[in-house]
Nanobody, 131 residues
Framework: EVQLVESGGGLVEPGGSRRLSCVASGFIFSTYAMGWFRQAPGKEREFVAAIKWIVNGIGGSINYADSVKGRFTVSRDNAQKTLYLQMNSLKPEDTAVYYC????????????????????WGQGTQVTVSS
């Protein structure tokens, strides 16, 4: 089955850290660019980060939303078919459901900011930043 499954969400205090994981199955993970989005209550789903495919050691470009740059790190382990989001210095405004997603095959990398460019989504994992 083609799917993405996120995990790692939970309650964390402001200033704390959390690592999210997204396990892919049913497709050749290494050949796809992948992204993280988040959606807070009453708000639109927004781009967080994206990482390009890495094949034979080539690729791996990364983009971040300005709001998380310097605090979040996206990475991937192609052998484990897993996408990660390391979140540090968390703020209450980072509270949201976090989703991983797969960029449509053959898409221009410049489209990685746009949720319409993604064709496969996980179910999401809730991250709550609160004291």
């Amino acid at each position: 089955e083609v799917q993405l499954v996120e995990s790692g969400g939970g309650l964390v205090e402001p200033g704390g850290s959390r690592r999210l994981s997204c396990v892919a199955s049913g497709f050749i993970f290494s050949t796809y660019a992948m992204g993280w989005f988040r959606q807070a209550p009453g708000k639109e789903r927004e781009f967080v980060a994206a990482i390009k495919w890495i094949v034979n050691g080539i690729g791996g470009s990364i983009n971040y939303a300005d709001s998380v740059k310097g605090r979040f790190t996206v990475s991937r382990d192609n052998a484990q078919k897993t996408l990660y989001l390391q979140m540090n210095s968390l703020k209450p405004e980072d509270t949201a459901v976090y989703y991983c997603a797969r960029l449509v095959a053959g898409s221009n990398w410049s489209s990685n900011y746009y949720k319409a460019a993604y064709d496969l989504w996980g179910q999401g994992t809730q991250v709550t930043v609160s004291s």
